[in-house]
């Protein structure tokens, strides 16, 4: 993970001597005297705040609007998903390892009961990867929307947009009125960013088996296709903190 790695190298920079010279550098066994060491402790600085503003732009990417996530998600992150069970560590390690991938050009269908933590975890790999979110609503609204006139954004922009992004997440798919509108939406999405290998992640409250009746023909041989599936179960963590409450 992009956070706990800029974590690890800051710590491994205050503490590791010889870890610092390398970073700026010199040769892990330099020994600096005078100017030489004044110039050393000047340059140490400057890299130790270009780690910081990295790791402060992942801290703070969920607040702001070009990650796409609502403020009720934007302290979500790896750090603070609680694992209740063995079959959620699962689930946890199984997303860590789909955001960490490297060269990763795949989809990750993540489907199950509302309250489960599925949003918590995607807007955490937007997080982690300075990604976007989207819900399926809401992409539908900005492609429609795109069509007026007075749009600051042609049609074309908007796929563009969503198309390109170095990683997605689109959420509450599979619930849409709009259900033509929907498939030719996602369909086109899964393909541009199949075609740009880029990974995205998926979210619905429908069962997989319920969703994919209702994605249509084109979108289900995609994700069989690309997709690897976690469904989510358990009790909602909604309904156990009103319990605790």
């Known amino acids: 993970m992009r956070e706990q790695y800029f974590i690890d190298v800051l710590n491994r920079f205050d503490t590791d001597e010889r870890f610092a010279l390398e970073k700026c550098g010199y040769s892990p066994d330099d020994k600096l005297e005078g100017r030489q060491k004044e110039i050393f402790e000047y340059e140490r600085k400057s890299v130790r705040e270009k780690i910081t503003t990295n790791l402060s732009n992942i801290k703070n990417w969920n607040k702001s609007n070009s990650s796409g996530v609502p403020p009720r998600f934007a302290e979500c992150s ?93 959420d509450e798919v599979g619930r849409s009125l709009k259900r033509e509108k929907e498939i030719e939406i996602l369909s086109y999405i899964l393909r541009k960013r199949y075609d740009n290998q880029l990974p995205t992640i998926v979210i619905s409250n429908l069962e997989k088996k319920v969703l994919m009746k209702n994605l249509g023909e084109a979108v289900v041989d995609r994700l069989r296709e690309t997709a690897t599936s976690i469904e989510f179960t358990g009790e909602s963590y909604r309904i156990l903190k009103r319990k605790v409450a």
């Open 78 to 170: 790896f750090f603070n998903f609680e694992c209740r069970t063995e079959n959620e560590k699962h689930i946890f390690q199984k997303v860590c390892n789909f955001v960490s991938q490297k060269h990763n050009e795949g989809v990750l269908l993540m489907t199950g009961a509302k309250g489960t933590g599925k949003t918590h975890l995607g807007t955490a790999a937007v997080r982690d990867t300075q990604g976007r979110y989207v819900s399926m609503e809401d992409l539908i609204y900005k492609v429609e929307s795109s069509l007026n006139f007075k749009s600051p954004q042609t049609e074309e922009e908007v796929f563009n947009d969503y198309s390109t992004v170095n990683f997605l997440v689109i």
